[in-house]
């Protein structure tokens, strides 16, 4: 069947086929367009398809993956995560893993229960359709400078943080995984494509060219999907804020605390974490600016902090403004 952007369809079909064609798959699940289209494609070529879905009993994550299951007709597993279990889970992925990151690890620890629980040696996922076809509410209404700023952003943290720390996670249970959106062929085509095509104008035209593919694929009903950023859609980081709460802390100090705990150290032995909400863009710009640098963010944040002691005050940027 012909479509609109059949050149990035083939591609999609034909890197979700060589990757699954003939073996037992599990597939990081969500019950959102991206991975629904993955498994649904994938029924067709591999020898097996079962869906895994990490979340809190009544996550939005869980309930719309349910859903979809029985519209796709393949079977489900819900990964169950609550808040009694999950420190130990966070110090286990942690220790495992070496992953200390606290936005990465409520990000990614979906995907590390998944593949803890899953009997399958290939998991197929849907990752990168976000970054690649514009899934993200950042992306709205955006200039075309910080448009790109942010587009290409996305795909650097992509590519250098977020792929590296899930193959370390499969590596760890003797996995591999699948990442269909993230193959050549789909990236090169998209790539070619008018970056308006692309770009939200609004929240419900996110993803566009990837509706259209589902739709053109035979999968209509994919098309109307909504969906969460994975560490909210499962419930992991309100868990992980609940326990932060409990325990006195903000979000990032205590993640920080459970690697001082696993590597042996007393709570927070390395020091305060700050939390702090800046625009966007400027985090963007500043902090590849700090990288080119040499710099870690900690160190800037600490440089400019034992600078406001040695002033004795904030005239001096007072004076720069």
């Known amino acids: 069947m012909s479509g609109m952007y059949q050149g990035i369809s083939d591609s999609i079909v034909e890197a979700v086929r060589e990757g699954v064609e003939g073996k037992d798959i599990a597939v990081a699940f969500s019950g959102g367009l991206d991975s629904g289209l993955v498994s649904a494609i994938a029924r067709k070529y591999a020898n097996s398809v079962r869906l895994y879905t990490c979340g809190t009993t009544n996550a939005y994550d869980v309930v ?110 003797g996995k591999g995984l699948v990442y269909p959106y993230l193959d050549d062929r789909v990236t090169a085509g998209v790539a070619a494509l008018n970056p308006e095509k692309l770009r939200p104008t609004d929240m419900d035209s996110r993803k566009a060219v990837l509706k259209q593919i589902a739709i053109d694929l035979g999968h209509p009903y994919l098309a109307s999907r909504k969906k969460k950023s994975s560490q909210y859609g499962s419930g992991v980081t309100d868990l992980i804020r609940a326990l932060a709460r409990e325990h006195g802390m903000m979000f990032n100090e205590y993640v920080a605390s459970l690697t001082d705990m696993v590597h042996g150290r007393p709570r927070n032995a390395r020091g305060s974490v700050i939390n702090a909400r800046i625009d966007s863009i400027l985090k963007v710009e500043a902090e590849r600016i700090i990288q080119e640098n040499g710099m870690t963010v900690s160190e800037a944040v600490d440089s400019f902090y034992r600078r406001i002691v040695r002033e004795g005050g904030l005239d001096w940027i007072k004076g720069d403004e």
């Not at 519209?71 to 942690?94: C, D, N």
């Not at 936005?103 to 998944?114: K, Q």
């Not at 970054?131 to 992306?139: I, R, S, V």
């Not at 075309?144 to 290409?152: P, S, V």
Request: glycine letters at 8%; charged letters at 25%; proline letters at 4%.
């Open 64 to 173: 719309m993956a349910r859903d979809l299951s029985v519209r796709l007709g393949l079977p489900w597993i819900h990964v169950a995560v609550s808040k009694g279990m999950l420190e130990e889970r966070i110090r286990e992925m942690i220790s495992n893993t070496g992953i200390t990151d606290p936005f990465t690890i409520s990000y990614e620890l979906p995907l590390y229960c998944v593949c803890r629980e899953s009997s399958e040696e290939v998991i197929l996922t849907g990752q990168g359709a976000d970054e690649y076809f514009m899934g993200c509410a950042k992306f709205v209404g955006q200039t075309d400078e910080d448009y790109i700023t942010l587009r290409d952003a996305g795909v650097e943290r992509l590519l250098e943080i977020s792929v590296p720390a899930e193959r370390t996670i499969a590596a760890h249970f």
